[in-house]
């Protein structure tokens, strides 16, 4: 943001974005419930992707919005619905094969089977069709694994945890957004993205944990804490992956300026609203 003007057409792309995640989801009964999604976490969805990405524009900002709002549905769904890892399965199976464009069978598969619609049209789609998918398919079964820990799983040591950080969802959603966006039209730029995105998740499955680990391991959720960190060491750690997610994204400044910033403002934007705030209704640590 360089200033006023800026800032003011970021808001507006932001305003625009969470009305158009308002009504996506009122076409999707059972899937956002009001007690869950209220206004404020379409909102806040919304700023996120249009302070990331202010010269996307607001047609460009839909699937990245979008595909925040499918990580908070699956996630929830997961999390909160689930009471059979049957169940979790099938939801897992069901999502993954409309993004593959088979015909959804569940509300949270014919969302996402709606998102991979949007994606259609983008000029790298048809051949990182098959890298969005399996982007996907690595966040839910992340998902599906903290529902095992959750659930009587042996928990796993810190670097296991952290190896299941694609649970978080920032990079399914960044790769969404390079598709959308065509800023991203070869496997290639995409390949070498995914190790700075895999170290900006990580921080972030760190950063969620610490402003949320009172609420989570009141559910059960297996956490840094609940693993056995302490709060500084947590930050120690932290503070590392931050250096190298940005010494990993630092070389792609001069061939992917907009995704390398991307990744760079996730970071920051993240620790900015964590600090306040959660994105979930209701949910305020």
Request: net charge negative; with cysteine; glycine share 10%.
């Amino acid at each position: 943001m360089n200033g006023p003007y800026e800032t003011g057409r970021a808001c507006a792309l932001a305003v625009a974005g969470g009305r158009d995640l308002a009504g996506i989801a009122a076409r999707y009964e059972g899937l956002f419930p009001r007690e869950a999604f209220d206004g404020g976490l379409y909102a806040s969805l919304a700023m996120a992707g249009a302070f990331a990405a202010p010269w996307a524009g607001a047609s460009g900002l839909r699937a990245v919005n979008r595909a925040s709002l499918l990580v908070f549905a699956v996630d929830r769904l997961i999390d909160h619905e689930a009471a059979e890892r049957d169940e979790v399965a099938a939801l897992v199976a069901d999502c993954l094969a409309a993004a593959g464009g088979e015909p959804p069978g569940s509300p949270a598969a014919r969302f996402t089977a709606g998102l991979r619609e949007e994606l259609a049209s983008s000029p790298g789609f048809p051949v990182l069709a098959a890298a969005w998918r399996d982007q996907l398919g690595r966040m839910l079964e992340a998902m599906a694994r903290e529902w095992d820990w959750s659930h009587g799983a042996e928990p796993p040591a810190l670097a296991g945890y952290l190896d299941n950080a694609a649970g978080t969802g920032a990079l399914f959603v960044g790769v969404t957004h390079w598709i959308a966006t065509g800023f991203v039209t070869a496997p290639a730029d995409l390949d070498r993205l995914r190790e700075p995105g895999d170290a900006v998740q990580r921080y972030l499955r760190l950063l969620n944990d610490l402003a949320t680990h009172g609420r989570e391991s009141a559910y059960g959720d297996v956490n840094a804490f609940t693993l056995g960190l302490s709060g500084d060491e947590v930050t120690a750690r932290m503070a590392e992956l931050a250096d190298r997610a940005e010494a990993l994204i630092e070389p792609l400044r001069a061939d992917l300026p907009r995704a390398a910033e991307y990744l760079s403002w996730q970071l920051h934007y993240s620790t900015g609203f964590y600090g306040l705030s959660d994105f979930w209704a209701g949910r305020d640590s």
